[in-house]
């Protein structure tokens, strides 16, 4: 194949990465947790001709060589876990991390990690996402539950209508090095 067709497939490869990419962020713009992704490249290796400060067949050195790039390719897909908006719900058991650290879900006896917040309460009282997985460590509500609140150190209070505390327990963010 001719070089430069090459060169150039792998240009419009690396932009159609980058428009899928794009095109997922737009596509989740309303998913709850949801955290944009941005695709990074990089240069592929160059043929060198001639070096810069190689000499010429008159004596003299060139003053910079000839090097033709190979062209681009994807290296990483990376997530950009900047903090995004609040939105305020009617649901009371609807949660926003602010700052870093993930929601921990059970999921048939293995833990997974979400920054999604909307969360309901399942037959049994427990806190669970739209999937039915709970929390860990897990919450439950008690029945006669009128109340819910969370304060910004992660500690929660059920109370009943008299505003007296009947459960008490501090929600476990996790979080990753990386």
């Known amino acids: 194949m001719i070089r430069a067709l090459w060169t150039a497939a792998t240009g419009m490869e690396a932009q159609q990465i980058s428009q899928d990419v794009v095109a997922n962020n737009l596509a989740n713009v309303n998913t709850a947790g949801f955290k944009k992704a941005r695709a990074d490249f990089q240069d592929l290796m160059y043929q060198v001709y001639s070096k810069s400060g190689a000499e010429t067949t008159g004596g003299g050195q060139l003053p910079v060589g000839i090097e033709i790039g190979m062209g681009v390719k994807p290296v990483a897909i990376q997530k950009m876990f900047s903090q995004g908006d609040y939105m305020q719900t009617d649901n009371e058991f609807d949660m926003a991390i602010e700052g870093k650290g993930f929601f921990q879900i059970d999921n048939d006896g293995s833990t997974v990690y979400t920054r999604a917040g909307n969360f309901k309460l399942d037959s049994d009282g427990a806190v669970c996402n739209s ?14 539950t009128v109340g819910f609140t969370i304060d910004s150190g992660g ?24």
């Open 131 to 144: 999937e039915g997985l709970k929390l860990v460590p897990e919450l439950t509500i008690p029945n006669d």
């Open 155 to 178: 500690t929660w209070t059920a109370s009943d209508a008299n505003g007296d505390p009947l459960a008490t327990g501090r929600m476990e963010l996790a979080n990753f090095i990386n």
